[in-house]
């Protein structure tokens, strides 16, 4: 009770006469001669405005550029991110569906591909799964195989018999390669990557990921209205950061280990001079492309990716959207159970 004749003694509403204060005392004063508890609850009250309001003018007045570079490198750098990659088209006759998981753990990474598809009036589909571990080996598995193998026999691509073997030889069995497998495979294909070594692998991604850092060629076009409370940025290439960027990396020693497997690589300055802004705001629009990114408005962590692509003349339309889904490292299991590549080749060629 004390307390709060204290209060309003402060204020000048109260005094022992019953008469109205006419002091008038300073805001100041007021608070300085206000109660410990009065002083702290102000206290907490501003300071919570203080940082709502501050982080609010942070959220909203990044620049839509610096919001989709941030939103990029926190998709780059999440430990053991997972994400999901849906596919879209339509053509005359054909509607498909792609969808791929990508889950990563300390143990490796892990994969599943979904692929749908209607041709006429049937439907056919496919699941494969991959996981690779720390040591190079992949393994592979097939599954939900019965549905394209269906399409397959009722087209005559392939003999009744052979579906049967590749059902029985590709279905719910997991398939190892290892990493010897893989690299005397990669050189049967002459494939480039065979005359790389880790070093040069390396050494290219460095300088392909420090000339990308001085010369982002990604930028905003345009902000879209909000959706779901994200951000929203049609984006568009540069055509000056492009330049930059192939021109540094082509004086890099990364190109030079490239260049070293391709004899001839080179990127010419013709090359460089035909990249004009012009030249890609056309080829953006003629081709029907839109490519927007998504971004939490606060952190400005990445949401997702789409790209569609439609061709006004045929109706032909593709849809990409790639969108971050968190980290699910118990989804990376490494079988415990696998045929070798070896034996999956035979079984491949008694089927055939």
Known sequence: MAEQDNLLDVAGENSSSGEAATEKTSLIKRFRNAPKRTKLIVAGVTGALLISGGAGAYAFYQAPDTVVAQAIVSLVTAQNPSYELDVTGATSGLDGTIQLFTY?????????????AKVGNENAGATLNAVSDKSGDFYLNLSNFSTLASILEQTGYLPSATIQSLTAALTDTWVKVSAADLTQATAALGNTGSCLSDAATNQISQDIQGNLRSNF???????????????????????????????????????????????????????????????IDQAIASSGTAVKLYATSFDHRFVKLSVEVKDAATAQTVNLTLKANGSHPEKVVIPSKSVTFTEFVTSLTFAF
């Open 217 to 279: 060629f990604v930028k905003v076009k345009q902000e879209l209205a909000q959706e779901d409370g994200n951000r929203v940025f049609l984006l568009t290439i540069d055509a000056g950061k492009l330049k930059s960027f192939l021109s540094s990396f082509r004086s890099s020693k990364g190109f030079g280990e490239l260049a070293k497997c391709q004899p001839g690589l080179s990127i010419p300055d013709s090359a460089l001079n035909s990249i004009t802004q012009d030249v």
């Open 104 to 116: 990563s753990s300390d143990k490796g990474t892990a994969l599943e591909l979904n692929v749908k």
